[in-house]
């Protein structure tokens, strides 16, 4: 190359990062809104008192009932579920059983084309 045509090239590489570098700067919609300043600047802050709850509090004994409640639930429904758990085996076979034959009639169906 000649010299003329890499000082070319070299500003139309300039000229392309320039315009890259500036694709990447933020625009007005990436400002965010003005923001104000602080507030009250020249007072310390305080943290003698509580806020204030934005509803009422359980109180204990709420609290105590609740979890009573909450057990006896969890003992009722332990024990009904040791009770009758599960199927018996010929229960069990005759489900898969009626599984097996729903599954053959829907593949009968869709091999005929019938919807």
Not at 22 to 34: D, L, M, N
């Given at each position: 190359?000649?010299k003329?045509?890499?000082?070319?090239a070299?500003?139309?590489?300039a000229a392309?990062?320039?315009?890259?570098?500036?694709?990447?700067?933020?625009?007005?919609?990436?400002?965010?809104?003005?923001q104000?300043?602080a507030?009250?600047?020249?007072?310390?802050?305080?943290f003698?008192h509580?806020p204030?709850?934005a509803?009422?509090?359980?109180?204990?004994?709420?609290?105590?009932?609740?979890t009573?409640?909450?057990?006896?639930?969890?003992?009722?429904l332990?024990?009904?579920?040791?009770?009758?758990?599960?199927?018996?085996?010929?229960?069990?076979a005759?489900?898969?059983?009626q599984a097996?034959?729903e599954?053959?009639?829907t593949?009968k169906?869709?091999?005929?084309?019938?919807?």
């Open positions: 190359m000649t003329r045509t890499r000082q070319i070299n500003l139309l590489l392309t990062a320039a315009a890259m570098l500036t694709a990447c700067a933020g625009g007005k919609e990436f400002q965010g809104t003005p104000e300043g507030s009250r600047t020249g007072v310390f802050p305080t003698g509580m204030k709850a509803t009422t509090q359980i109180t204990a004994e709420e609290k105590q009932q609740l009573s409640k909450l057990d006896a639930d969890r003992t009722r332990a024990a009904s579920r040791t009770g009758g758990a599960g199927f018996t085996p010929a229960e069990a005759t489900l898969r059983q097996q034959q599954t053959d009639a593949l169906q869709i091999e005929s084309g019938e919807e």
